[in-house]
């Protein structure tokens, strides 16, 4: 199985920063890798896949990059919309999804 | 629009069934993979089974199989988790969703908001 580690597990910021998410494989996964949003209460959305294309109506402030086994997801500048939990999740063999990253509010 | 909306989940006793279904509409239902996916209290994503868009092929998370089954049925637009044998670690929200393509093992690109299943005596 693929494990995937998501760092930091917590990642406090004010509006208007930058926001930078790290994703780790185990193995390579090429550039099979999702990330997804989550609101409290809410169901996941798609935001990045192929480890670098924006999903349908996803804001450019978001940008995915990465290959193998070392992945980032970037916020330019945080939204109040965007203080979230982030989860990477590859397609490489299976489905697996990292542990998560909770952006909050600093 | 493409909308998902699950039902079915509910409070039931460890050894129990349930039977989830998840309402498809706004795409061609029977040209996609179909997926669920959990996530217990307080914790992340895990999948849980996956069927490809002709039904024919099936997938379960190691956690799972053997107790749950997953089908779809075109004409009613419908996916389906039939779940027996429940333990209390399957007690999560379970969301169905949409691949992004056509085959199985995509990634998934429209979600349902999830029905809540506990298990417990």
């Known amino acids: 199985e693929i494990v995937l580690t998501q760092s930091p597990g917590t990642l406090s910021l004010s509006p208007g920063e930058r926001a930078t998410l790290s994703c780790r494989a185990s193995?390579?996964?090429?550039?099979?890798l999702a990330w997804y949003q989550q609101k409290p209460g809410q169901a996941p959305r798609l935001l990045i896949y192929?480890?670098?294309n924006r999903a349908t109506g996803i804001p450019a402030r978001f940008s995915g990059s990465g290959s193998g086994t070392d992945f980032t997801l970037t916020i330019s500048s945080l939204e109040p919309e965007d203080f979230a939990v982030y989860y990477c999740?590859?397609?490489?063999?299976?489905?697996?999804f990292g542990q998560g990253t909770k952006v909050e509010i600093k | 629009e493409v909308q998902l909306v699950e039902s079915g989940g509910g409070f039931v006793q460890p050894g129990g069934s349930l039977r989830l279904s998840c309402a498809a509409s706004g795409f061609t239902f029977s040209t996609y993979g179909m997926t669920w996916v959990r996530q217990a209290p307080g914790r992340g994503l895990e999948w849980v089974s996956v069927?490809?868009?002709?039904?024919?092929?099936?997938?379960?998370a190691d956690s799972v199989k053997g107790r749950f089954t997953i089908s779809r049925d075109s004409s009613k637009n419908t996916l389906y988790l039939q779940m027996n044998s429940l333990r209390a670690e399957d007690t999560a929200v379970y969301y169905c969703a949409k691949e992004f393509g056509g085959g199985v093992f995509d990634y998934m690109d429209v979600w349902g908001k999830g029905t809540t299943v506990t298990v417990s005596s």
């Open positions: 999740q590859q397609r490489t063999s299976w489905w697996t």
């Open positions: 193995q390579s996964v090429s550039s099979y």
């Open positions: 192929d480890a670098s």
């Open positions: 069927i490809s868009g002709n039904g024919l092929s099936t997938y379960y």
